[in-house]
């Protein structure tokens, strides 16, 4: 949602309005991104609880790496949407970019199924070794990992799942913002 709001605002051209606003370009940013963030931790929230219910409660500790590592997530996607936003000047380029990256993103991780069958079906020949190889560095596959691992105990928790996380928030962020702060100075 949050790159569809700012491809309105590149196509139709309300950057006065925001550069009106008595905040800074990079409080602006920021603050979309954090927005982005917390509304994809909002989505997130109903089937969360459910899975918590069905699996049972993680511990407190637990609990809270995974909020984190979800809200790290939301806000990596939320900057690579508004990155993607920010770079197309017409709504259906927008769409059509956003959707082959979701589509990447979704289908070539291990969201799906666990990584460890994806990984024997690549050694079988049966998965072509790209797809493998992009659910192995894909951040949606850590998240869904580190939750397997907390809830089901496998795969076995590792630092690798929260930095794969960290890394991928921190690039698309950044570009994000950066990207954001461009199109509005441009205008």
Partial sequence: MIGREVNMEVRREIHHY??????????????????????????MSPLLLTTFVVLGF????????????????ATGISGLSIAIAASTTSFEKFVTARGLVYYVLFFCSSIFYPLSLIQSLGREGIMPIPIVVLAELNPLSSGADLIRSFLLGNPPFTIRMISNLVLFSAIF???????????????
């Avoid at 925001?18 to 931790?41: D, K, N, V």
């Avoid at 962020?173 to 205008?187: N, S």
């Fill in 18 to 43: 925001m550069l009106s606003l008595p905040i800074t370009r990079l409080e602006l940013a920021m603050g979309r991104l954090l927005a982005g963030g917390l509304r994809g931790m909002m989505y």
């Fill in 58 to 73: 993680p511990s407190a500790v637990q609990l809270l790496v995974i909020l984190g590592a979800l809200f790290l997530l």
């Fill in 173 to 187: 962020a950044t570009t994000a913002m950066f990207a954001y702060m461009r199109i509005i100075e441009r205008k």
